[in-house]
């Protein structure tokens, strides 16, 4: 009897049934005529519940998880060789994984619970270390990741990330990703001393129209008050003038009444024979 991918149908199984599951792979291996595989089957650790949950979401989600390898492979070859592709790089690898993780939370349930904070946290460790390591990245891609952890499927105290082979040139990859995230620190910092400038030159002269914008209001109060005053003073005016107006017209009136009451007064004193 021969049985098709015996890791990989291990690896399915339900967390809870991990270890019978082995045993009974193990025998049908062993039984097969496979004592070499039943033996390293035998000896494969159980997945902790961040790592079966990687697994399992490899299985369900095969492009999610696909297309998460594609952009850490991008970074890691971004970090390779700095250049003005790598930050982009690498705020794709943070979506990138920031969407995975909420996807390992909201759709994969190890033993019918979603995984708590501290599990995610350990599913975004074991996410660098596939960064890192393109071994690593593959193994998540076929749904094989492991951790390290307690046989009977305790948590253990801390993360300890179950070493794999390791792939030539990882300490190469390592040391490329840490330049990176200290050329992206540095950046960030000049960034963020650039924004501080900026804001302190944008308070000055914030300061300095508002000093600006005070004279002014004060130059504008000034002619507003001179406006009135000439307005004042333009309807004394106008009155004075209409007064004088009113008084040449009553002296005309008088002059023109005189001048008849003369005319009359010099036709009576002709007619009297004066």
Request: aromatic share 2%; proline share 5%.
């Amino acid at each position: 009897m021969h049985i098709v991918d015996p890791v990989q149908r291990l690896y399915a199984t339900p967390l809870e049934d991990f270890v019978a599951e082995r045993k009974q792979v193990a025998r049908e291996l062993r039984a097969a005529g496979e004592k070499d595989r039943a033996a390293e089957l035998a000896k494969l650790p159980k997945p902790t519940p961040p790592a079966w949950a990687l697994n399992a979401l490899a299985r369900e989600r095969p492009d999610v998880i696909a297309a998460w390898v594609e952009v850490a492979d991008a970074l890691r070859a971004a970090s390779a060789d700095p250049g003005p592709g790598l930050r982009d790089a690498m705020a794709a690898h943070r979506e990138a994984t920031t969407q995975l993780v909420r996807l390992v939370h909201q759709e994969i349930k190890p033993g019918g619970k979603p995984l708590s904070e501290p599990m995610l946290t350990r599913v975004r460790t074991l996410l660098q270390e596939a960064t890192v390591d393109g071994e690593r990245a593959e193994r998540l891609r076929e749904g094989l990741v492991v951790e390290g952890g307690a046989e009977d499927g305790a948590e253990p105290a801390a993360p300890r990330a179950r070493a794999p082979k390791r792939a030539a040139g990882k300490e190469e990859d390592e040391e490329a990703v840490r330049r990176a995230q200290e050329q992206a620190e540095r950046e960030a910092e000049a960034r963020r001393e650039e924004l501080r400038r900026s804001a302190e030159e944008a308070a000055d002269r914030a300061g300095r129209l508002r000093e600006e914008a005070a004279d002014r209001a004060h130059t504008a109060a000034e002619a507003a008050e001179r406006l009135e005053e000439a307005k004042r003073v333009l309807l004394r005016t106008e009155s004075e003038a209409e007064a004088a107006q009113e008084a040449a017209d009553e002296a005309r009136d008088a002059a023109a009444d005189a001048a008849r009451k003369a005319e009359v007064l010099g036709a009576q004193l002709r007619e009297a024979g004066g």
